[in-house]
């Protein structure tokens, strides 16, 4: 095994142990220190807790470097599809440490956490990033693929509100709604059409038929399972917004009669 991917392999491996000890141990020491409020959840909601303080935890730091090698990394965005994928190898076995160790938390701890379409969205791109990580392939499109991870602080936060007992009309709640809806559909359905313009302008051409057939079905189906699910939440994700919407409405309506009452 050469010396990167000896490195590479470590990067996975001490990022599914960051991440295990984030969640059984540092989540909650931390949590309790930062609100009272940590102490009073149930077990079920205390895992689920921890579970989405490591997903923002992921987010932040793999999208910083998603952002930074789409910005910097000249030789993956030169080349979409053969380019050097030595940095966003760095990243996807941070992401893939994550993955392994939360869909692990996933099945270990349905009753609290189990959800079937993070099953499906969690092999699928474990899927996907084996043919960057094994074969040095796609990296750009990879990569690409991360900046779907800047919306999800925000859905965290949407559910730390909720469980800490904020009103959905407090002010707090209201903005990172509105700010959720609005960094979810930039991150994962703006760039849509975007990301797919790059696939067709290397379709058909030597580098795509290099890939061979797996690479090839892999990129397209993972490409198209996850943007289906991003658009299923997508809606969902816009229907809690007008709701939010409303009740800034509803705010507004009722402090104008309490000041025609006065």
């Known amino acids: ?28 020491w931390a949590s309790a220190r930062v609100t009272s409020g940590f102490n009073n ?11 989405r303080t490591v997903s ?19 030789a993956v965005n030169a080349d979409h599809v053969w380019g050097d994928p030595s940095i966003v190898k760095l990243n996807l076995a941070i992401t893939t440490g994550y993955l392994i160790s939360d869909l692990l938390l996933i ?20 899927y ?6 094994d074969r040095g392939l796609l990296a750009y499109f990879a990569n690409f693929r991360l900046l779907a991870e800047f919306s999800t602080p925000f859905v965290n936060q949407r559910w730390f509100f909720e469980v800490l007992g904020y009103s959905k009309s407090s002010k707090g709640n209201i903005v ?13 359905i703006a760039v849509i059409p975007v990301y797919y313009s790059h696939v067709a302008f290397e379709y058909g051409t030597e580098a795509f038929h290099r890939l061979g057939f797996a690479a090839q079905s892999a990129w397209f189906i993972s490409s198209i399972v996850l943007d289906v699910m991003n658009l ?31």
């Open 107 to 126: 099945i270990f701890y349905w009753k609290a956490i189990g959800d079937i379409f993070f099953v499906i969205h969690h092999l699928v791109a474990l």
């Open 56 to 74: 923002t935890f992921h987010a932040l730091v793999v999208g910083a470097f998603c952002l930074y090698i789409l910005l910097y990394d000249e």
């Open 41 to 51: 959840l149930d077990q079920k909601r205390k895992i689920e807790w921890n579970s």
């Open 1 to 28: 095994m050469a010396a990167f991917d000896k490195l590479i392999l470590g990067v996975g491996v001490s990022s599914f142990a960051i991440f295990q000890l984030l969640f059984h141990v540092l989540s909650s």
């Open 232 to 262: 299923m939440w997508m809606v969902k994700i816009t229907k809690g917004c007008y709701k939010v919407i409303c009740l800034i409405g509803q705010g507004e309506v009722k402090a104008h009669k309490n000041g025609k009452s006065e």
């Open 128 to 133: 996907a990033y084996y043919f960057v990580l």
């Open 176 to 188: 990172n709604g509105v700010l959720m809806t609005v960094a979810f559909f930039l991150a994962r």
